[in-house]
């Protein structure tokens, strides 16, 4: 079940405003380095564990590397309140 789909036009374009924001060199995934760089845009530390935490909790397949699709679900699953 995907959440982004439960999101209406709007919230879909804002993430995917997101995701762009957030992947600095436009390769379409957000690596370790653009996590962190996000944290610290958002007013945290922006630690190595910090992003290795959060990667974790995102990037599903495990590949190291957050894609549009990892992106978009944990995003609207933390806009749709958990699960
Ligand atoms: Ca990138
Ligand atoms: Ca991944």
Do not use: P, R, Y
């Not at 380095?33 to 996000?38: P, S, T």
């Not at 990037?59 to 992106?71: A, C, H, Q, T």
Request: charged share 30%; glycine share 10%.
């Amino acid at each position: 079940m995907s959440q982004f789909n439960k999101l209406n036009g709007d919230q879909q374009e804002q993430i995917k405003q997101a995701f762009e924001i957030c992947d600095a060199d436009g390769n379409k995934h957000i690596d370790l380095q653009e996590l962190k760089e996000v944290l610290k845009a958002l007013g945290m530390e922006g630690t190595e564990q910090q992003a290795k935490d959060l990667m974790k909790d995102i990037d599903l397949d495990g590949n190291g590397m957050i894609s549009f699709d990892e992106f978009k679900e944990a995003m609207a699953g933390w806009w749709l309140g958990g699960n």
